[in-house]
């Protein structure tokens, strides 16, 4: 049973920085895409970053690019994604995904298998 649990969300301030966490388990980070997605309420959940299992490719989106970095450790069953520079725009709450081997378009929610419960990301002005 694969099972992601998301932490290190919190309040902020803009320009602040936070690193989120995603434990991973019943997965192999190797051989398995990850991702992670961010959701306002009232609005559809939004693809922020992905990475492969080999880590070659990384993609992210264009409103999060150069601030935000998506890395994971496969020994550790971990995915990150640091956060700097944060600004008010960046509130919301984030999503790990986890998807198959081969991802045609990672920035669509469909192709994404499994999900974590999400953690919150409050930032002030």
């Known amino acids: 049973q694969v099972r992601l649990v998301e932490s290190g969300g919190g309040l902020g301030q803009a320009g602040d920085s936070l690193r989120l966490s995603c434990a991973t388990s019943?997965?192999?980070?190797?051989?398995?895409?990850m991702a992670w997605f961010r959701q306002v309420p009232g609005k559809e959940r939004e693809f922020v970053a992905a990475i492969s299992p080999s880590d070659v490719y990384i993609d992210y989106a264009a409103s999060v690019k150069d601030r935000f970095t998506i890395s994971k450790n496969n020994g550790k069953n971990t995915v990150t994604l640091q956060m700097n520079a944060l600004k008010p725009e960046d509130t919301a709450a984030y999503y790990c995904a986890a998807g198959s081997n081969r991802i045609i378009n990672p920035r669509v929610t469909s192709v994404w298998l499994h999900w974590g419960q999400g953690t919150q990301v409050t930032v002030s002005s």
């Open positions: 019943g997965i192999d980070l190797g051989t398995n895409y």
